[in-house]
């Protein structure tokens, strides 16, 4: 079970390189067996072209060690964090994917301009507040968690209706409902933000679409009415 | 010869994919043999990389199922409304491609900035209005649909002249008079949003081509006096 | 001699498909052997996929047919009519480039602005007038070189010093004294109007660079005291 | 062992191409063998698809030929004034990628908009004054390696700390501890100026990020306090 997780966990950070949505060593994914309390994470500073399941680092939700001899992804206390306040979420993918990051860097939240966006974000993804300076000096990575959890709190977010968030100078994470999931939806944030920024070259007075718009979108899709798709019973 | 319309749209759905216009099971294409009242459609969620033939879903024009195991594109109706209303339509292709969504999105018309525009677009690619919030919480496909086929019809616009219309807040669906020629259509409508764009930010004053470059253009590859490409009975 | 031609050519014009500079059966390259007054192009509609050097048409500079079975480029009386009027291009390409073309949908000369523009191109490139309708209308593809023609006359431009010229509306056309340095001239145009386009928005009051400067870039790789690169006779 | 820089510096140069950051000839890696004064460059105007690593020419730091038979690059003299000044700097290299060009062409620094940036470059990547006209006529490239120091000197950067500097009017040079550090060097660059222009095309009010924000991302990653990766003693 936990080789599997292992194997998920690899693929899923391969497939963010593949997907160019990072580069270098950039990002990372990790996934979460809330039963067992382990996490599955990317170790730092490993290439994706060079990343193997045996590379992977499994910890507590305290962030201790449990298997693994590589240091684990920087940004560990982040997920951590996310995962202790969400339980829903089961997998996390951070990147510096190059639109949602410019979002980030403006600290601008990414509107929902279209159907795109509605199909797999339900309204705008948000952006954190900055840190502060204590927070960075101290604890940074694990206060940038706590800032993430803080947005989506503050603004009722669920985080598999909603599933990004920008850390404001930084760049989105991204939830799922399992590794591949998470993945689709950084695909998709990354798309949905370069559209975004088209739709204002194009027209910088455009405004969000109408909820009906918004909840008949992320409806057919999501949740006990959807009917886009083939129905589960076939294996789709 | 229906086995046929299947690898045909089939390979169309593919070409989609390999054109970029589509990314995960966004977009899909249909085409229809009027004589028979048949029309052959892209199943709903199912990946272009995994599509065969024997997927394709064939239904009469008022979308009862006449083969096919699995449920139709979640846009039937749309392509449905389409082609009851223009018999001159032989196939639709549906995307979300980057840039002609941008404008689907601010809900601004393409307008003709130049002759490769012209080659292939006789004039603007419309935009419909927004849909009305009970047109979009019942019969939202079908009322996709009706608004375009109510765009072309107030515009006079001839759907293989101008063989493409934008859906306000949602992206483009394209015509043709064939899969292949549908496909065509839908990459050009995608380079010539992008140019557009492009053209834009370099003098956001552009006008316009005038109504002389335009016919000359759009007839010179299109009708009974063209001469662009080599004559039909060289089958090029 | 002239299969060599041919040869040359067919390759021309598909590496303008390898540099993505067309797609489908947009742009097209030509050669003059202007000793034999021949010159080659492309067959008109056919795509790059399939071009081979058969099917190239050989013609006189009056556009009379002295080998090939295809109907020429539509765009023959627009290379002609450079051709006659500027011995010394050896090679013409067209295309319809992404950024280019939109310098030329917005009317607006691309300015130097660096060293990569004045490395190959010796000064602005210019853009042509709009055609009038009657001209349009009547011979249009000759007239489209006679604008070409006049555009470089009346700004005295030698075409080999700034080996581009793009017409209204329409797109750019490129030149060169080989078939091969015309293809990278089209390159190098489209980088260049690409940049042009990024540092206009990174600094939109940018002017174009010293001529101290453009003589330097441009005459240290081109004319009798070039020194940029390796020396002739060691066959580089 | 100047065998193994000979071919660093192809590996180097071979890189930049495949990182899609030059085009034909354009650019260039050097690496320099400090003890033995010894630079290792690529030849001028040689393509990156044919070089070998016996065309890499080796010359003193005064641009004395020690081996090769080809001219060196014409900006040699660049990298040897950068060398001379800056003993920390082990390879520099030369691009003209567009969006880092577009910021040199626009004379614009790159400021620091996120922790992308701050991972690599500790603070605005600089831009020089222009050339004067005395200074392009003669001894242009060693002048273009004067500005760069001036202006790395002036501002009191070190230039392994903000290891790029744009020339005005051309495009960056990027320095590194190592050619293959230089190589990442540019890269990062390159998507640096990318990100940072949709930033401003997000939010034209935008600010450089906190200084404890920069300091942390930097400083996590470079210098003696560094948590980023993997211990050294781990050789990865």
Redo the contacts between chains.
């Keep these: 079970m936990l080789e599997e997780m292992k194997e998920r966990v690899c693929d899923g950070n391969i497939a963010l390189a593949e997907h160019d949505l990072v580069?270098?060593?950039?990002g990372n994914l990790s996934e979460i067996d809330f039963d067992k309390r382990v996490v599955g994470i990317k170790?730092?500073?490993?290439s994706f072209q060079e990343l193997e399941p045996k590379d992977i680092v499994l910890l507590d939700l305290e962030g201790r060690v449990l298997e693994g001899s590589?240091?684990s992804s920087?940004d560990t206390p982040t997920h951590l964090e996310i995962y202790r306040n969400f339980p829903e979420v089961k997998a996390i993918v951070h990147t510096?994917s190059?639109?949602a990051?410019?979002?980030?860097?403006?600290?601008?939240e990414i509107e929902c301009?279209?159907?795109?966006h509605a199909?797999h974000f339900y309204g705008s993804v948000p952006v954190t507040r900055?840190?502060k300076?204590e927070e960075?000096?101290n604890d940074?990575e694990a206060n940038t968690g706590k800032v993430i959890v803080e947005c989506l709190k503050e603004k009722g977010i669920d985080p598999l209706e909603v599933p990004a968030c920008l850390v404001a100078?930084?760049?989105p994470f991204v939830f799922g409902e399992s590794a591949e999931k998470a993945v689709?939806n950084a695909?998709?944030l990354e798309?949905v933000a370069?559209?975004?920024?088209?739709?204002?070259?194009?027209?910088s007075g455009?405004k969000p679409?109408?909820s009906?718009?918004l909840d008949?979108h992320f409806l057919?899709k999501h949740g006990k009415n959807a009917?886009?798709?083939?129905?589960k019973s076939?294996g789709?």
Tied chains: 1, 2, 3, 4.
Aim: proline fraction near 3%.
């Design positions: 580069i270098f060593t950039w170790p730092s500073g490993v590589k240091r920087s510096h190059t639109h990051t410019a979002f980030a860097q403006a600290m601008k301009f279209g159907t795109t199909d900055k840190l300076a960075i000096v940074y100078n930084h760049g689709e695909v998709v798309q370069r559209m975004n920024l088209e739709t204002l070259k194009t027209n455009v679409i109408d009906a718009l008949k057919r009917y886009y798709g083939q129905p076939q789709d």
